[in-house]
């Protein structure tokens, strides 16, 4: 009993917490240390958003080229998540 009460707070908070965050426009900022290689430093901010297009600022400071890009394509993914959930 006590494990299904859980189990539905934690479901109640997480549904709650993801239509809050669908409404948000997204916004992350990265500061990995990275030793014996470049540090990765960037922010990735969403502008704007309609039905069919996002703007979204990008910010590179430093960091090596495969993971800055890995980082634009997650905020794409994510950002498309968003819309198709209704945010």
Do not use: W
Not at 19 to 39: M, T, V, W
Request: overall charge positive.
């Amino acid at each position: 009993m006590r494990a299904s009460i859980i189990a539905f707070v934690s479901l109640a908070t997480a549904l709650i917490s993801s239509s809050q965050a669908a409404e948000a426009l997204y916004h992350r900022e990265i500061n990995e240390k990275n030793p014996g290689g470049k540090d990765l430093k960037m922010t990735v901010q969403e502008i704007r958003r309609d039905e069919r297009t996002s703007i979204v600022k990008v910010t590179f400071e430093s960091g090596a080229s495969v993971p800055s890009i890995m980082v634009v394509v997650r905020a794409a993914a994510q950002i498309l998540f968003c819309k198709m959930s209704g945010g």
